[in-house]
Structures are given as structure tokens and as C-alpha cells.
């Protein structure tokens, strides 16, 4: 079973920076779909970046410029650089990955981390 662990959430103000991390267990290849997702309460996950097993990435529309997704692949870590955060980007953040495809990723995943918080504040 594959399990994903995501760390580094907390508080930041308004314009600041953040990292998450996504350690990834249970599984010993390294090339495989994975990506954030973010979820606000009451209402549906919404994608925010995906890699590919090549490092091939990409980004939602509204992160593009402030966020980064990338991989460490020996250490099978996926982080999310997270910049110029602002208020709509509060939500609970959720690793996630498909260890079935390699490449043509999207948010359909099939396994998921516990989500960690990320509160923005003014």
C-alpha cells in the first residue's frame, strides 16, 4: 500500500512563502504521476499542480507565477513552493499520486495523503 505523508503547513501572512512536502511510502519506484490538490470546507478539491515521472509539470491557472511543484525522485519527496500567498489560498492541501501512470497526469488520483493546513491571513 502506498502511503503519502504531507508536512509543512501552518500560518502565514498575506504575500509570504511556504513549502510543503510529500514523503511518499510503501513504494520503491520513483516515476509516477503525483500532485496537490486543496480543498476549502464545503466544496470540492480543486487541483492545483501535478509532475509526471519526468518532472514534467503543471500548474492551475490560479497558482501559475506563485507556486512550484517538484520532485526529489531518490528521495521520492514532491514539495510545493508556495509564493506570494494570499487569502483565497487558505485550504487544507492534499498530497496525492497514481503509482499505475507515468506520464499524461491529471487530478484523478487513487491515493491521497491526510492533508495538511494552509491558513493565509492579512
Known amino acids: 500500500q502506498v502511503r503519502l505523508v504531507e508536512s509543512g503547513g501552518g500560518s502565514v501572512q498575506a504575500g509570504g512563502s511556504l513549502k510543503l512536502s510529500c514523503s511518499v511510502y510503501?513504494?520503491?519506484?520513483?516515476?509516477?504521476?503525483m500532485g496537490w490538490l486543496r480543498q476549502v470546507p464545503g466544496k470540492g478539491r480543486e487541483g492545483i499542480a501535478v509532475i509526471d515521472g519526468d518532472g514534467n509539470s503543471g500548474l492551475a491557472d490560479s497558482v501559475k507565477g506563485r507556486f512550484t511543484i517538484s520532485k526529489d525522485f531518490v528521495k521520492n519527496e514532491m514539495y510545493l513552493q508556495m509564493n506570494s500567498l494570499q487569502l483565497d489560498d487558505t485550504a487544507m492541501y492534499y498530497c496525492a499520486a497514481d503509482v499505475s501512470r507515468y506520464a499524461s497526469c491529471g487530478f484523478d488520483f487513487t491515493s491521497w495523503g491526510q492533508g495538511t493546513q494552509v491558513t493565509v491571513s492579512s
Open positions: 510503501g513504494y520503491d519506484y520513483r516515476k509516477f504521476c
